[in-house]
């Protein structure tokens, strides 16, 4: 394949048996790294926005590039052409069917629901880890991490000083961090 200003003409040394050779993919990165910014440009005029002209660029190329190393692209007469084709096709395909494109938020995106699974291993792996602790140091994590009472008030409903619950609960963390990684 010779390239000639911006285009690639058949070589009768690709021809043989009246069968044509496909292009090899450095050839077309050659051919499209020449058209490159000749096709930026109508893109550009195409969309009116740098950023999706540049995006439709790159899909182009990706999308031309997988058929050169797959072996499927034939040599084409007028690459530029073919390549502005194949770009156009994209930029319809993206208005005929606008939820196939990208949409910037900035949010993220919710939490899918998995049907109460993770909630379920949550509560199980913490009924595991409870289980391997004294009732006491059991009844500290309970009180302070999991209903959210204060030292003081959970100590109040112990019977025991706030110190004592620190302390079991401090304990019982302890062995629940090592449980889980080990």
């Known amino acids: 394949m010779e390239s000639h200003g911006g285009t690639c003409t058949q070589d009768p040394r690709d021809e043989v ?10 050839e077309f990165d050659a051919s499209f790294t020449a058209d490159m910014p ?3 440009r109508r893109l550009l005029a195409l969309t009116g926005n740098p ?11 990706l999308r031309l590039s997988r058929r050169a190393r ?14 502005c084709t194949v770009a156009l096709n ?18 993220l995106p919710e939490a899918g629901w998995d049907g109460g699974l993770g909630t379920y291993e949550a509560s199980a792996t913490a009924l ?3 289980s391997t602790l004294s009732p ?7 009180l302070v991490d999991l209903e959210g009472l204060s030292h003081d008030t959970a100590g109040e409903r112990l019977g025991t000083h706030r110190g004592t619950v620190q302390r079991n609960r401090m304990r019982a963390l302890a ?6 990684a080990g």
């Open 17 to 26: 048996d009246g069968v044509v050779d496909w292009v090899s993919p450095g």
């Open 38 to 40: 000749r096709l930026r």
């Open 51 to 61: 950023h999706d002209a540049d995006d439709l660029l790159q899909e182009t190329y």
């Open 70 to 83: 797959a072996r499927n692209l034939t040599p084409q007469q007028y690459p530029y052409a073919y390549a």
């Open 90 to 107: 994209l930029l319809r395909d993206s208005w005929l069917h606008p939820s196939r494109r990208e949409r910037t938020t900035d949010r």
């Open 128 to 130: 595991a880890l409870l």
């Open 136 to 142: 006491k140091e059991a009844a500290a994590v309970i």
């Open 175 to 180: 062995k629940m961090r090592a449980a889980l």
